[in-house]
Every structure is written in structure tokens, then in C-alpha cells.
């Protein structure tokens, strides 16, 4: 799913953001991005999504490579793709369940089958009573859980997952992470960076830790 080989990033005003990355994910895992603020957590991620592009060192997502200009392959990429973002990215004066249809609409499924999806995955983060509420009149982890129902209703086979426990109270913290675990299956794999390593579970079996763009260690 994922194969990375010696991968470094260097952005065009210098910044080296990642260096000799190695990173082997398989279908159905679970990994944790763990460091500080400014790690290349982030910047990884970037990556995955086809957004950014190796500076040096190979990389196959999929099992193919990218690069700038395969908008055609880059749009495949991000159909299989389930990206849950910091600011969650959703859209003011729409519902929930309009919010989360968008985020399938270009994903070539029936109008029938997408409101159907946007259902089911609202019921699984257990906001299926808020479907007709607009967005802005939700809190801010109700945002959260609609911005992880918008990615399962497209069932994609990777979930990005970009510090999702920012912003949140412990408790509401730990209900996303367990969300987001739940997400894997035997086909889909999950991914969070976080900074916030207290509340990794200690039973989770794999940990890799970035320190200013250098991948310290990996537990399996």
C-alpha cells in the first residue's frame, strides 16, 4: 500500500522538511505519526496525498509511483483516499449530511447510493439525529466526527488522519481516536500523526516517531 525507499523533501525555499525516509504500510494496518510540531509530520502526509513529491528517493503509493503533472493518476490516488484534516474543511450554510455528500461527488456514485452512504456513516459516529443541522451550529467535535463520517461514506482503502485530536478535551479526544481505529479493516489501512502521544492506547502495535524530519524509530 504504502513503500517508501530513502525519501527526503526539500521544499523550494530550502527547508529539508524530511530525510532517508523508509516506511513499508501495509493493507488493514494501523500506524501512528508521532513528534513535535514542525517534525514533517505534516509533510508526510503531503506525500501520501500526491500534494508534494520526493525529493529524492522513491515512493509508491498503491503500488505506483507519482509526480507533478499526473493529474489523471493523482485523481485515481485521491479517489482511494480518506483525508481527515485539522480545520475540517467543511462548508458553512450546508447540513452535515450535504457536507458529507459533497465529499463524495466526485466519486461517479448515484445520488441514491451517496445519501445512503452519508447516512450510514453519520449513524457510525453517532450523529445521525444532526444530519439536517447546518454545520455552524455544530461544536467543534461534532465537526470532527463529520469530518470522519465524510471519509467513511466514500470507503476509501487509506485514511490520512492530520492531528485529529487537535482543539479537544480529553475525553472527546479519546472518543476520535477510537473512531479513527475503528475505521481498519482487513482492506483499509489508518494513519494519524499526532504530538499528542498520551493518548496513543498502550496496546496499539505500531509507532513511528519523526524528530526534525528524520524518522527516529518504528515499533511493531
Known sequence: MIAAKNVSLQYPDGTVAL????LSVKPGELVYITGPSGSGKTSLLKLLMAMEFPTTGTLEIMGRSY?????????QLRRMLGPV????????GRTALENIML???FLDIPASEMKKN???ALA??????KANTPVENLSWGECQRISIARVLARKPLLILADEPTGNLDRENALNILELLVGCKDEQTAVLITTHATHLIPANQNRIIRLKEGVMEEAEA
Not at 124 to 129: A, D, E, I, S
Open 85 to 92: 484534516f485539522q480545520d475540517f474543511k467543511l462548508i458553512k
Open 118 to 120: 452519508a447516512t450510514e
Open 103 to 105: 465529499g463524495m461527488r
Open 19 to 22: 530525510k532517508n525516509i523508509n
Open 67 to 75: 509526480g507533478k503533472g499526473q493529474t489523471g493518476p493523482i485523481r
Open 124 to 129: 457510525r459516529v453517532g450523529l445521525k439525529k
